[in-house]
């Protein structure tokens, strides 16, 4: 009976699997159907309600406020959802769209088809502006930037009487030669088809992605050569062209536009459709306008309730599904994008042939990295004194020293992640830049001690980010898919399969980078460091936590990457693993190199013995792991034996 029963559960979990399977199979043409549907019902909206209804005109405009607002709310999206740029102007900008049109058709009498770039153009300088101004702020303080910005700009519509009409705004503002309400409609929907291609493209290019590198680590991203700065103005500045075109919109859709449009209470309608569509997401902000506007009009009659009823829906729906209907869906067995690892996920043996380093700049015999005379003190810790090292091109050079000993303040100070107190940097022969990504950009990279993955990007974007730098191809060319663009994107997509098929990592592209274990994700990191195809790679501790099978092929890729031109730093506390694969090393202590040669040598050195493999019993301390190190080790693998094998996609 028992046997029975298993079977017949045995029996229920594959009639699922094999229903799910066939689900995967047909989702494709699922979803193009209700797509295409949904487009087509769109498209006939305005016969349809004149065949059911005498007020379609009103309808028709309802659909064109919503389609405005839905633009309005994707641009917010590319902002918050994708750059992590929380923006309390995005009402301020829809109003400069709004006064650029309006006033260009009232005061200079311009056409309005001249108003619509004109209102981008406005919002996009504004938004410029505002980046600017915040160059260093985070999350919080940029978002109060915004707000203070939205504030300046109502205060400006108020007070610059000749341009904006003062108090009263501008009334009678045309819509593009005189259109009707049916024509307008669907030039409403040509902008916002216009705005979910762009947000399209630009999440599925280097723009996008070096915009989320930031958005989750700007430091990582600055180690890979991706400057934060650059990538927030490109995003929030177009961000804002795509809110100045909705208030372009906006100023035809309603014939005026006052300072009151720029409000910040106006925006809770966008918020509230953001979130419950699915922030970070390319269809949440339709989806999630289309149920905004549906709450709205539904209790348009109960004007005194109308913002509490949209407060009640935001509040239970961040209970219930806080990651909007997009992402919940993408969260259930149904919706997910991805499926099962395949069972083959060793990392390979064979290093691709695409891994290389960047061609050298400097003359031959010049050391790739050089530091002299490094000085560098926390209060009264002195962390590096009077630190030189020369790492040269075709090199494996280990760094190692008891805990403390300065070895991560020097990879800081080499990197510009710390300014020296003394002492110079060169690469190449030449003095580094002073800042991280610039180092970067010259073809230093690094890898953390801790795993710094994009966490909440898939595990190709996170690899597909390191090649940023190496990119030729522009956010225009990205926006508008040229065949440039497309031939470079085929070209780092197949390498970066390659680079994950020799990680082990096949078959899991679209994960979310916080599904992997440690292991894997100390893999993914070493090899999104190697796609940016650096001249240098330094190496804090990569082969913490790794498997016995990934130490090895972390030792044939650094094998490989030696014999093909690279220069190496490692810093490793697996002495076994260093003195393997090791040209050089380097050995400090308390802030001061105290040996220095090959690793015969600095085995044999009685100060290295003395101060960090030991002296009793040389050739067993060599072998020996540290014992913090392995308690790190052990720790880990505890943790990995606990992971759960489901895996998640990426937002
Ligand atoms: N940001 C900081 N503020 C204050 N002290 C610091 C800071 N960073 C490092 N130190 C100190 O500088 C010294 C060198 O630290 P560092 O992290 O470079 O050593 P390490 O050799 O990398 O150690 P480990 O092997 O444990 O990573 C230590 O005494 C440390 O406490």
Redesign the pocket.
């Known amino acids: 009976m028992a046997e029975h029963s298993t079977t017949r559960r045995r029996l229920g979990i594959r009639t699922n699997a094999a229903a799910l399977a066939n689900w995967y199979r047909i989702r494709p043409y699922a979803t193009g159907v209700l797509a295409a549907a949904g487009i087509a019902l769109l498209l006939a909206w305005p016969d349809i309600i004149a065949f059911y209804s005498w007020q379609s005109t009103y309808y028709v405009k309802l659909f064109t406020a919503a389609a405005v607002s839905a633009t309005l709310v994707v641009s917010l999206n590319l902002s918050m959802g994708y750059g992590g740029l929380m923006s309390m102007m995005h009402t301020g900008l829809l109003a400069v769209g709004a006064y650029a049109t309006g006033s260009a058709a009232v005061k200079a009498g311009w056409s309005p088809w001249l108003g619509i770039p004109l209102s981008a153009a406005a919002a996009a300088a504004v938004a410029a502006v505002v980046v600017l101004a915040s160059s260093r702020a985070a999350t919080l303080y940029f978002g109060m930037i915004t707000l203070a910005a939205d504030l300046l700009l109502i205060e400006a519509a108020q007070s610059w009487d000749p341009v904006t009409g003062g108090v009263n705004g501008l009334t009678d503002i045309p819509a593009p030669s005189a259109m009707s309400t049916d024509a307008f409609y669907y030039l409403a929907l040509g902008v916002l088809a216009l705005a979910c291609v762009v947000q399209r493209n630009l999440v599925r290019s280097g723009t996008g992605r070096a915009a989320m590198a930031v958005r989750e680590s700007p430091e990582t991203a600055a180690a890979l050569g991706i400057r934060p700065w650059t990538a927030k103005l490109r995003i929030f500045t177009l961000s804002g062209a795509l809110a100045g075109l909705a208030g372009g919109l906006y100023a035809s859709a309603n014939t005026y536009v006052s300072p009151g449009t720029g409000a910040l209470d106006n925006g809770l309608v966008l918020f509230v459709g953001l979130m419950i569509g699915g922030i970070g997401t390319l269809t949440g902000p339709v989806l999630g306008v289309a149920t905004a506007t549906a709450i709205d009009y539904y209790t348009r009659d109960q004007g005194h309730y109308r913002t509490l009823v949209l407060g009640v829906v935001l509040l239970i729906a961040m209970i219930v599904m806080p990651r909007g209907i997009v992402g919940t869906w993408r969260a259930t067995p149904l919706g997910r994008r991805v499926t099962a690892p395949p069972p083959d996920s060793v990392p390979r043996a064979a290093v691709p042939e695409s891994i290389r380093a960047a061609a050298a700049s400097a003359e031959p015999g010049v050391p790739a990295l050089r530091a002299a005379g490094l000085h560098?003190s926390?209060?009264n810790?002195?962390?590096?004194d009077e630190v030189g090292i020369t790492v040269a091109a075709g090199r494996i050079h280990a760094l190692i020293?008891?805990?403390?000993?300065?070895?991560?303040?020097?990879?800081?100070c080499l990197t510009r992640f710390?300014r020296p107190d003394a002492g110079q940097v060169f690469v190449d022969g030449q003095p580094a830049p002073s800042g991280p990504a610039a180092v970067g950009r010259r073809g230093v990279t690094r890898v953390f001690?801790v795993p710094h993955l994009f966490e909440d990007v898939s595990v190709l974007d996170n690899v597909l980010t390191g090649m940023r730098g190496r990119e030729r191809q522009t956010w225009l060319t990205a926006l508008l898919r040229t065949p440039g663009f497309r031939d470079e994107d085929r070209t780092q997509r197949a390498e970066a399969g390659e680079l994950l098929a020799f990680a082990g990592l096949a078959g899991r592209e679209e994960w979310s980078a916080d599904a992997l274990s440690h292991g894997q994700k100390r893999l993914l990191e070493v090899v999104r460091a190697v796609a940016a195809r650096p001249r240098v790679l330094i190496l804090?501790?990569p082969a913490t936590g790794l498997t016995d099978a990934e130490v090895e092929a972390l030792g044939g890729l650094l094998r490989a990457l030696r014999d093909r031109g690279l220069a190496l730093l490692l810093?490793e506390?697996n002495v076994a693993f260093v003195m393997d694969v090791c040209d050089v090393v380097t050995v400090?202590d308390a802030?001061r190199v105290i040996a220095e040669g090959t690793p015969e040598e600095v085995r044999a050195d009685p100060a290295v013995l003395a101060a960090y493999l030991g002296a009793a019993d040389s050739q067993a301390a060599v072998s020996a792991e540290p014992r913090?190190a392995r308690e790190a080790r052990e720790a880990t693998r505890a943790t990995e034996a606990r992971e759960p094998t489901e895996p998640a996609e990426a937002p």
Do not use: C, R, Y
């Not at 805990?403 to 800081?412: A, E, Q, Y």
């Open positions: 560098k926390f209060g810790v002195v962390a590096l020293g008891p805990n403390g000993s300065g070895k991560s303040t020097l990879i800081d710390h001690q804090d501790e810093v506390h400090l802030g913090q």
